[in-house]
């Protein structure tokens, strides 16, 4: 979606498309659809079958905790090399931007399961981390470059007049972007950090490569006990369908409670 404001354009980009807006009062909007119909397919069918499918979310339920603790811990030290990379690439220090920049190109450049890999099994050479660790890091890391991203354009999206002035009222420049320049960005990138906690929630999923026993890999667990693939990834598939659309949500509201654009004419 596409917005025009004060001669502005602005891209809004949502995680999820069937996210409705606030004020979309249909109970047969495209979310509430999907959304609902998933809680009703997951509790039908543990209601008609509960073998396998009862014994299947019990079985992974403790996946489940394991992947938020994962997705909560691995963004949590993502927003903080976010932060730091990002007001690195707006330094006046040619080294510092360079060096961050760096950092974000070859980050972006690699892919994640590349990275897990890399840090579990390559740097073990060197120093053995263990499995929950090892994914942390490489989720901190490689999402840590793409909210870099966010925070810059965020802190560059604020008018250089507000710079401007604090250095008039006698603020250092360090003083003038910790509590004037930052206190403003952040209503201006977290919808998107939003959308980003949601793709690293799905991202997750991936950690079952290196044992950790997320939502996945208990899932392939259960199947290696009792060969039944499609029960499991069906209920595997309706958990993270519920999750996302859940957090989607959240995030679509915040969008709207944090916009602050006049209306365009």
């Keep these: 979606m596409v917005k025009i404001n004060n001669n502005k354009t602005k891209l809004q980009v949502t995680d ?30 543990i209601i ?18 394991r992947t938020f603790q994962v997705t909560l811990s691995s963004i949590l030290f993502a927003l903080i090399i976010g932060l730091l990379v990002g007001l690195g690439r707006i330094s006046r220090n040619i080294l510092i931007d360079r060096i961050c920049t760096v950092y974000v190109e070859i980050i972006r ?15 073990a050479k060197f120093i053995k981390l263990s499995d929950i660790v090892s994914a942390v890091i490489a989720f901190a890391i490689c999402y840590g470059a793409y909210i870099s991203e966010i925070f810059r354009a965020g802190i560059q999206s604020i008018p250089k007049g507000q710079m401007e002035a604090a250095l008039a009222l006698g603020l250092t420049r360090r003083q003038a972007v910790f509590r004037i320049i930052l206190p403003q960005t952040v209503k201006v990138v977290l919808p998107p950090i939003g959308n980003e ?29 009792r060969y ?38």
């Design 197 to 225: 906690f949601i793709a690293l929630l799905k991202d997750s999923s991936l950690v079952s490569v290196v044992a950790v026993s997320d939502i996945m890999r208990r899932g392939r667990e259960f199947t290696s006990l």
């Design 16 to 45: 999820g498309v069937l996210i409705p807006a606030r004020d979309d009062s249909s109970i047969f909007s495209a979310w509430r659809i999907v959304f609902y119909g998933a809680l009703t397919a997951m509790i039908l069918l």
């Design 228 to 265: 039944e693939f499609f029960e499991t990834y069906t209920m595997i598939a309706i958990i993270y369908l519920i999750m996302t659309l859940f957090f989607s949500r959240l995030v679509a509201i915040m969008e709207e409670r944090l916009r602050t654009d006049v209306k365009p004419s």
């Design 48 to 65: 008609i079958s509960p073998q396998p499918y009862r014994d299947i979310l019990f079985f992974i339920s403790d996946g489940i905790i």
């Design 109 to 123: 450049g690699i892919p994640l399961l590349v990275q897990i890999f890399y840090i579990y099994y390559a740097l």
